[in-house]
């Protein structure tokens, strides 16, 4: 089995536990751009227990919180595709009117491009937010 | 406020709680795309009390399931955005492999312009297989 999520973090490590971990992904137009990848490979949600399916969204909920607070999106935008990597993985990102695709998905057509790329935050204090909530979570036995 | 989703079902309604529905997306590429939607306007997930996002994530992953065992897709995406539309709603999409967007977001590229429209399944099958596991989800207090 060849899996990207299985090799390799997915981007830059800000968070993990024993069962799943938070990457912020690399794109100056989204600064906050996280991923929630699932430690073990599973390929569906459905495919998760419940109690393990409840953690994750639980951080999925938890980042997309970090990312209001420190980033002011006007919109949260959350994803699990998959097509390309079959390994349980969900996309947070933060969106603002005018933005390059605003109001479409990121995957969708660039309508603004002049879209300047935003202010970023530095991964120490985006992992210190992080770690304040993510610490807290109780996870699945 | 005028909020298309606070003002229509927003697809053909297949099921509903009193805090969310379900209904089907016209797409002949898609059969089986099912929306979850909240029933009150919220605006992101994060807005939503801890019991109340939890059981629309089981909603979302029952419908997961359901759509899984009708149509046999490769792949499932799933999708809350609302940058047009800022009321909570999820995309429940099945996918398959040499579909019309394969391996992108239904959002993205079109990479199979000869993709045939796959075999539906009748709205009354459908809405029959989802209240067998949604009409058990105990809903939030």
Redesign the interface.
Known sequence: MDCELCAQPGGALLWQSAVCRVVRVAEPHYPGFCRVVWQAHV????DLP?AA??YL??V??AV??VI?ELFAPD??????????V?HVHWHVIP?WIGDRH????I??QVHNEQAAARPPVDDATLAAALRRVLDKLPEPA
Do not use: C, H, Q, T
């Not at 390929?43 to 459905?46: K, L, N, Q, V």
């Not at 919109?75 to 390309?84: Q, V």
């Open positions: 390929r569906e949600m459905s419940p399916r409840r969204m639980e999925v909920v997309e919180s209001r919109k949260i935008n959350l994803a699990s595709f998959g097509n390309m079959p969106r605003f109001p479409e998905p995957w969708g």
